[in-house]
């Protein structure tokens, strides 16, 4: 049962367009979300992350969208670079546990084409 | 990188024969945790640790085992590796203030168990 799942398992975009990521959840207790990047042969690199009590979070390039009621996120890079080039992850967890267990989605391959 | 190692990089061992990966980290952080990557499946917590000899069980831990003597080192055993076990495990910390925030991830071991 996947609580977390990301149903694009790649994505191809030109260099200087918008790319979206997406994400959906179904627990409904998450209420942090996290994106990470990750290249091969490295461990995921954190990149942005957005909580619950907002819908929208931005850094740089990259802008996280959070749709409670539909248990959706998305990442959108604005513009694309070739070095965008990774596997992306979605992450989500639930703060009162204080644990900081997360729970990921599957990945979905980002090639930005020159 | 937060300054976390993961020792040995890659390994090869046949089923049966008992497996410890090390992790190890520089800058005193609480929270550790084991993940470990597959295909299809995305990064899954094997266990976690939220002190010196404080551990609890993530996802998938069945078949694994952890200590954690130092606040530095995070030892993941696989007490009798099985073919089902073959890898790629990653090391995390947290060093946000709570301990979801910003979990940084080790370069990863690569486990292949023949």
């Known amino acids: 049962d996947q609580q977390v799942k990301q149903n694009s398992p790649s994505l191809s975009v030109q260099e200087g367009r918008i790319s979206i990521l997406n994400c959906d959840y179904t627990?409904?207790?998450?209420?942090?979300f996290l994106w990470y990047k990750k290249y091969p042969a490295e461990g995921p690199t954190f990149l942005i992350s957005?909580?619950?009590?907002?819908d929208k979070n931005e850094d740089g390039r990259f802008t996280v969208f959070l749709n409670k009621s539909a248990k959706h996120l998305s990442l959108h890079i604005v513009p694309s670079q070739p070095g965008d080039s990774a596997v992306y992850f979605c992450?989500?967890?639930?703060?009162?546990?204080?644990?900081?267990?997360?729970?990921f989605g599957q990945g979905t391959t980002l090639q930005v084409k020159p | 990188d937060a300054g976390i190692t993961q020792s040995p990089r890659h390994k090869v061992t046949e089923t049966g024969t008992p497996v410890t990966l090390r992790c190890h980290q520089t800058?005193?952080?609480?929270?550790m945790y084991w993940y470990r990557q597959d295909p299809g499946h995305g990064l899954r917590l094997i266990h976690y640790?939220?002190?010196?000899?404080?551990?609890d069980k993530g996802e998938v831990s069945d078949g694994y085992s952890v200590s954690r003597s130092k606040t530095e080192d995070f030892l993941l055993t696989l007490e009798s590796a099985t073919s089902s076990q073959t890898s790629v495990y990653f090391c995390?910390?947290?060093?946000?203030?709570?301990?979801?925030?910003?979990?940084?991830f080790g370069p990863g071991t690569r486990l292949l168990v023949l």
């Open positions: 957005i909580s619950s009590i907002k």
């Open positions: 992450a989500a967890s639930e703060r009162a546990g204080n644990t900081g267990k997360l729970i």
């Open positions: 640790s939220y002190g010196v000899k404080d551990t």
């Open positions: 800058e005193n952080h609480r929270y």
């Open positions: 995390a910390i947290s060093a946000g203030t709570t301990p979801q925030e910003t979990q940084y």
């Open positions: 627990n409904s207790m998450f209420d942090y």
